[in-house]
């Protein structure tokens, strides 16, 4: 879910960035939602703080209660979020230098009187990148279901005995694939490694490698010791690279 956080007090524009949004998302099989506000008040402080997906910020810097590079601030140093993208916009054009300096990890600054539309498209095609590497989902059909699973929702999968079905063992459940393990790896990025023909792990989610025991255990506590002998030598360089 990728939801898109527009705080304008502009009613026209606020309106026009949401058509912008929903045209480019047409693009794009995501689900997605839109979050309108016309000042930073406390309904916009409860958004931010909420687990609720990725987020992507369309801030005006000056509205009638509020600041949109102090909002900006407290998403990233007060909230810890470096991940959600922040998009300024704004006609006051000498807050430029400000905003750009203020060390808040922006993706752009955009001028309401210069091209506006255009840029956001433009930004919202970079935002999607950002998404797309950190938020991977993995899709597959299953009882005539269609499924989509994000990558970093995945701890391991595992191979389910006497079946040419897999086990997705996720932070919150587990959901069954059809395929070999095998077949399931070639739709996975290279976080997801196969340590043993009955295992594919996130290495991401992994709390500790025990080398002499061949104990993985993970951050939500499960572990595993189906380590082959011949991955072993891979983890390790693996579980160190990402230290």
Known sequence: MINFIICE???????????EIDSFMMNYDIDYKIYEFDRYNEAFNDIVKKEIGFKIYLLDIVTKEGSGVDAARVIREQYDDWVSVIIMITSHQEYKYEV????????????KLDSCSKKIREDLGIAMKAYDKKYKTLNYEYNHTLY????RQIVYIEKEPDSKRCIIRTKEDQQIIPGTLNEVLEKLDDRFFKTHKSLIINVDEICRYEIRKNKITFKNGDYTHLISRNQKKELIDRVSARS
């Open 148 to 151: 989509k699973v994000e990558y």
């Open 9 to 19: 007090d502009e009613k026209k524009l606020r309106i026009s960035t949401m058509k």
């Open 100 to 111: 750009l300096s203020s060390r808040l990890y922006l993706l752009d600054f955009i001028n």
